[in-house]
């Protein structure tokens, strides 16, 4: 029998994988600063301290570096605690844990230790929280053997995803971007999956590939539904997981499409976008091409506060536009 389905809030369907997997599990708990009177500094976590307690829904001090080495120390200890860093952007502070201890104790052990720790990163820019709350680091980690780097962009995915995460028994980060929190989408009841490493095509199409993830795969979703009005048919792939990358998909899209934009709104500079021009660039979908690969990636600078040159500094959906026309037309 198929799960009712209702419509929710991105923040909802977080909030909702947390209780179901903190119900069938007493291992997990969840972590962070805010993350309980208070609700989250996003209102993700809302009541699930006063469903689960203060023991299991625990209020830290403002320290990252001493959040995430607690997660190590208990994910090796046999919990599976899901921490919250309040900015994507603070998770600087705790990057020792993440990267040297984290991501390569199953290796420096031989697999025989593991550590089964979700990190939830709110990022991304668009609420004018300036240079130092709104940073896309997502590419950072993604370069990381030993982590896995996710980026959902609907409410569905974002609980499917959370709990593929939370069953993994080592390291994964995701990244929620700040302004998917209030979009709505339809999301089953009860426990489900949706696999990491596993692309969506959003939409088919003949003339270009557009691949994003998190808040531009919906402005490219957005985007392309315009572009059919002038005659282009743009396939649209939300990558959701950046570590590991479903390759094949994209590749695959590329053979029929023979045009592939990549848009991300992290810098442009050792971007995603990077990454998947040179991994198409080294198979033999490179043959299929017939027009450069175009990335489309954040400006060259720290994201301003003032709103107008925020909204200039990353992806809009006019630029997305924009670029899809040019390459479709052969003028990229």
Same mark, same amino acid.
């Given at each position: ?45 809302? =009541? ?10 625990? !209020? ?11 997660? *190590?120390?208990?994910?090796? +200890? ?8 309040? /900015?994507?952007?603070?998770? +600087?502070? @705790?990057?020792?844990?993440?990267? $040297? ?55 569905? !995915? ?16 995701? /990244? ?10 339809? &999301? ?5 999956? &949706? ?24 402005? +490219? ?6 572009? *059919? ?8 792939? =939300? ?7 479903? /390759?094949?998909?994209?590749? @695959?899209?590329?053979?029929? +499409? ?29 043959? /299929?091409? =017939? ?14 506060? $003032?709103? &107008? ?9 006019? !630029?997305?536009?924009? @670029? ?9």
């Amino acid at each position: 029998m198929e799960s009712a389905v209702r419509e929710l809030t991105y923040a909802e369907a977080i909030r909702e994988a947390l209780a179901i997997a903190m119900e069938a599990d007493e291992r997990v708990f969840l972590f962070g600063e805010d993350v309980g009177v208070y609700g989250g500094a996003f209102g993700v976590s809302g =009541d699930l301290v006063h469903r689960f307690g203060t023991e299991r829904v625990i !209020d830290t001090p403002i320290s990252e570096l001493g959040i995430a080495g607690a997660a *190590v120390g208990a994910a090796i +200890t046999g919990m599976k605690p899901v921490l919250e860093i309040q /900015f994507s952007d603070f998770v +600087t502070l @705790a990057m020792e844990q993440i990267v $040297n201890q984290a991501a390569k104790i199953r290796f420096m052990f031989g697999g025989k230790a593991k550590v089964p720790m979700v990190v939830r990163l709110p990022g991304g820019s668009g609420t004018g929280a300036a240079a130092q709350h709104s940073q896309s680091l997502e590419a950072w980690f993604a370069h990381v053997p030993g982590l896995k780097v996710i980026q959902p962009s609907s409410p569905h !995915d974002a609980k499917g995803m959370l709990l593929s995460a939370i069953d993994d028994p080592n390291p994964v980060l995701i /990244f929620e971007h700040k302004l998917l929190y209030k979009t709505k989408g339809h &999301v089953p009841e009860g426990d489900y999956r &949706v696999p990491i490493g596993k692309a969506a095509v959003r939409r088919e199409g003949r003339d270009l590939t557009i691949v994003g993830s998190s808040i531009m795969a919906v402005r +490219t979703a957005a985007a392309a539904q315009k572009l *059919v009005e002038e005659g282009i048919d743009a396939e649209v792939i =939300d990558l959701r997981s950046l570590r590991p990358i479903d /390759f094949d998909t994209i590749a @695959a899209s590329v053979r029929k +499409t023979h045009r592939l934009m990549v848009v991300y709104e992290g810098v442009k500079t050792m971007g995603i976008g990077a990454e998947i021009s040179a991994m198409i660039a080294e198979s033999d979908a490179f043959d /299929f091409l =017939d027009a450069p690969i175009v990335r489309l990636g954040g400006a060259e600078v720290p994201l301003p506060y $003032n709103p &107008v040159l925020e909204k200039a500094a990353v992806p809009q959906e006019e !630029d997305i536009l924009a @670029a899809a026309r040019r390459l479709a037309r052969g003028d990229a």
